[in-house]
């Protein structure tokens, strides 16, 4: 198996902020940026097409704040799964409705200073009492910055820039996926589950 092909492997474990989280003692809230640097960051996920118009997210000492509402139904914001993670991501309109739900969660309760068992907890009660929900149509989130960087059990990775498909209930069979890289262009993060996604690898992508 390839380098490449492994850190395909190991991105299923990380990426993102969707999968479950491994209980520990730790605190989980990272350090604050610069406000107008973690603004241009975030806007560098999506393409240039929607970055004029996409709404902004800030991570502050409440938790996410809105800092520029959307025009065009996306929202970008620097996700910070892990204190030393940096994973700027778009959403688009169907994306920000459901699955932003559940980073904004995660990014309050770590500014909070809950360990990773109790923002596990937290999540799993706003699934089983419908707060967050699986997205009802497929749609994107863009991760296309060049500066990735994404949790993988106990360490944190450099990843190329790809592109996230939801694909809520779906296997890896019905899509013909495959996280060893070897047989499909494609692999899964959470198949099967509500938060599952198709991730496309950009390797050469450069805006």
């Given at each position: 198996m390839t380098p490449y092909a492994l850190s395909r492997v190991a991105t299923t474990v990380g990426l993102?902020?969707?999968a479950t989280t491994t209980a520990t003692a730790q605190s989980l809230k990272p350090t604050l940026m610069d406000r107008d640097t973690e603004i241009a960051e975030a806007l560098a996920a999506g393409p240039p097409i929607i970055r004029d118009e996409a709404g902004v997210y800030v991570l502050t000492e409440g938790g996410y704040e809105l800092a520029r509402e959307s025009r065009n139904g996306f929202h970008c914001l620097v996700g910070k799964s892990q204190p030393d993670s940096f994973e700027p991501q778009c959403l688009d309109a169907e994306g920000s409705k459901t699955l932003l739900?559940?980073?904004?969660?995660r990014g309050e309760r770590q500014m909070r200073g809950d360990t990773a068992e109790q923002i596990q907890e937290a999540i799993d009660a706003a699934w089983a009492s419908g707060e967050?929900?699986?997205?009802?149509?497929?749609g994107i989130n863009y991760m296309l910055s060049t500066k990735n960087r994404v949790p993988v059990g106990g360490r944190v990775i450099d990843y190329v820039p790809h592109l996230m498909f939801y694909a809520p209930g779906l296997s890896?069979?019905?899509?013909?996926a495959d996280r060893t890289g070897e047989g499909s262009p494609i692999f899964m993060v959470n198949p099967g589950q509500p938060t599952g996604y198709v991730i496309v690898p950009l390797p050469d992508y450069d805006d």
């Open positions: 993102t902020l969707l739900k559940q980073i904004l969660l967050l929900t699986a997205p009802a149509k497929s890896e069979s019905e899509l013909g």
